[in-house]
């Protein structure tokens, strides 16, 4: 009795592990694998977005160019400093710091007429120097320009996803399309197998439909394989797992959308190459507007412990002009130069101008002439599936051969992939077209 009451409680245990190993193991067990999470072109181009090193790059610049432009600002602002200093003899020798006594120390600590310790704070305003106004000019249009690098590397990020979704959506189609032909030659073959057995048909039209339901498997299993790595490819891009993620079938994007895709900027290319323009433009100025005098505050207030000659006093005032006179042609060479730059880009900005148009010129070409054909398509797959409905329905009736069924099939599953890749043709076109005049993937779905 015992016995069996310690078999019940092992009997109960080694139950419930197994329940809890189940339960371990998730829905797999029981056949309910995961479905992939079929992704959208938008969230493509947005993750691809968010995981892009290049694109984190581009941003990482694109900061350094807006704190170059603070720096740049910084030629408005008086600067600030405090010294202390303790010497012995005659200040305004050598004796020790630097090459020329106490030059590197302004204000009153480096008076010649003092002796002993001194401290004091210095300040030092250009008050007017116009080509501190040009650099920061050129500056902010150089942060600019790079704000819209980031949006062109942004549409090349996008383009290169595009093209990898759509080449799986693409393949997704092929496979499915032979998948499809293989499963109503499967049934098929049945009936051919029947009436051979029956002796209504000869063996050879059993084997040519074997051969026939062969070949569509096989390559139903390498778009299959090629569907895989597509994915990926993909994954990579998005930062996610391949088994995690799908694409839809051709026939499922939305040609609607696609061709009332709409921007609402200027292309980043053009934008970049005239903020550049701009940017020379300014560097040129600031060259040529150093040129000008400058005109210069400063003041300095501290403490002196003894002074020679002068009495002591515990501030400065300064107020000057300074104009360069000869720079050893620096300044000449420099302005040249800058214009020079500002000249190419210029040119650089009309090329980009040309390059836009052709491109546009390409893809409405490219978007047209799928439209065209999709629409031709359309008409020619209907009336595939009506020969192949008809085709089989005289083979059932001893009507017409099986060849005619056969051939049948065979275009309509030629039709079916000819039409996937109309679809990816199309979308990659119109989507192309819109990144490259400054569309974003936040407009797409």
């Given at each position: 009795m015992?016995?069996?009451?310690?078999?019940?409680?092992?009997?109960?245990?080694?139950?419930?592990?197994?329940?809890?190993?189940?339960l371990a193991?998730?829905?797999?067990?029981?056949?309910?694998?995961?479905?992939?999470?079929?992704?959208?072109l938008?969230e493509?181009?947005?993750?691809?977005?968010?995981?892009?090193?290049s694109?984190?790059?581009?941003?990482?610049?694109?900061?350094?160019?807006?704190?170059?432009?603070?720096a740049?600002?910084?030629?408005?602002?008086?600067?600030l400093g405090?010294?202390?200093v303790?010497?012995?003899g005659?200040?305004?020798?050598s004796?020790?710091?630097g090459?020329?006594?106490l030059?590197?120390?302004p204000?009153?600590?480096?008076?010649?007429?003092?002796a002993?310790?001194?401290?004091?704070?210095?300040?030092?305003?250009?008050?007017?120097?116009?080509?501190?106004?040009?650099?920061?000019?050129?500056?902010?249009?150089?942060?600019?320009?790079?704000?819209?690098?980031?949006?062109?590397?942004?549409?090349?990020?996008?383009?290169?996803?595009?093209r990898?979704?759509?080449?799986?959506v693409?393949?997704r189609?092929d496979?499915?399309?032979w998948?499809?032909?293989?499963?109503?030659?499967?049934?098929?073959?049945?009936?051919v197998?029947?009436?051979v057995?029956?002796?209504?048909y000869?063996?050879v039209?059993?084997?040519?439909?074997?051969?026939?339901?062969?070949?569509?498997?096989?390559r139903a299993?390498?778009?299959?394989l090629?569907?895989?790595?597509?994915?990926?490819?993909?994954?990579?891009?998005?930062?996610?797992e391949?088994?995690?993620?799908?694409?839809?079938?051709?026939?499922?994007?939305?040609?609607?959308?696609a061709?009332?895709?709409?921007?609402?900027?200027?292309?980043?290319?053009?934008t970049q190459?005239?903020?550049?323009?701009?940017s020379?433009k300014?560097?040129?100025a600031?060259?040529?507007?150093?040129?000008?005098?400058v005109?210069?505050?400063?003041?300095?207030?501290?403490?002196?412990?003894?002074?020679?000659l002068?009495?002591?006093?515990?501030?400065s005032?300064f107020?000057?002009?300074?104009?360069?006179?000869?720079?050893?042609?620096?300044?000449?060479?420099?302005?040249k130069a800058?214009r020079?730059?500002?000249?190419a880009?210029?040119?650089?900005?009309?090329?980009?101008?040309?390059?836009?148009?052709?491109?546009?010129?390409?893809?409405?070409e490219?978007?047209?002439?799928?439209?065209?054909?999709?629409?031709?398509?359309?008409?020619?797959?209907?009336?595939?599936?009506?020969a192949?409905?008809?085709?089989?329905?005289?083979?059932?009736?001893?009507?017409g051969?099986?060849?005619?069924?056969?051939?049948?099939?065979?275009?309509?599953?030629?039709?079916?992939?000819?039409?996937?890749d109309?679809?990816?043709?199309?979308f990659?076109a119109?989507v192309?077209?819109?990144?490259?005049?400054?569309g974003?993937?936040?407009n797409?779905?």
């Open positions: 015992r016995s069996n009451q310690k078999r019940k409680g092992l009997s109960r245990l080694i139950l419930s592990l197994g329940a809890l190993a189940l193991l998730g829905p797999r067990v029981y056949g309910q694998e995961t479905k992939p999470k079929e992704l959208t938008g493509v181009l947005r993750l691809a977005e968010k995981e892009s090193p694109l984190k790059a581009s941003v990482s610049r694109e900061n350094e160019s807006r704190e170059f432009t603070r740049a600002d910084s030629g408005f602002f008086p600067s405090l010294d202390a303790a010497s012995n005659f200040p305004g020798s004796s020790g710091f090459t020329s006594g030059n590197g120390f204000g009153l600590a480096a008076s010649p007429y003092r002993g310790p001194a401290a004091d704070a210095y300040a030092k305003w250009d008050l007017l120097d116009v080509s501190v106004w040009h650099q920061s000019a050129a500056a902010h249009y150089e942060y600019q320009a790079s704000q819209e690098r980031t949006k062109l590397q942004s549409e090349l990020v996008d383009q290169q996803a595009l990898v979704y759509l080449e799986a693409r393949v189609g496979q499915e399309a998948q499809k032909l293989a499963d109503e030659l499967s049934g098929i073959r049945d009936i197998k029947r009436f057995r029956n002796g209504q000869s063996e039209q059993g084997l040519l439909i074997e051969d026939q339901l062969a070949d569509a498997a096989l299993g390498d778009y299959g090629q569907y895989q790595a597509a994915l990926q490819r993909l994954a990579l891009l998005t930062g996610q391949a088994k995690t993620i799908s694409c839809p079938a051709p026939l499922e994007l939305s040609g609607e959308e061709t009332n895709l709409t921007t609402t900027g200027p292309s980043p290319l053009i190459a005239e903020f550049e323009v701009k020379a300014e560097t040129t600031k060259y040529s507007a150093q040129n000008l005098p005109l210069e505050v400063a003041g300095s207030a501290g403490y002196l412990s003894g002074t020679r002068e009495p002591a006093q515990d501030y005032l107020v000057g002009v300074s104009l360069p006179l000869f720079e050893g042609f620096r300044i000449d060479a420099q302005e800058a020079s730059e500002a000249e880009r210029q040119s650089e900005v009309s090329a980009d101008q040309l390059a836009l148009k052709e491109f546009n010129i390409q893809y409405d490219q978007v047209s002439a799928a439209l065209e054909e999709l629409k031709i398509l359309g008409d020619e797959t209907e009336r595939s599936v009506k192949a409905t008809l085709a089989k329905q005289r083979y059932l009736s001893f009507l051969p099986l060849s005619d069924l056969q051939q049948a099939l065979k275009d309509k599953v030629n039709l079916d992939i000819q039409t996937a109309t679809k990816t043709r199309f990659s119109a192309s077209r819109y990144l490259l005049n400054g974003t993937s936040e797409l779905k």
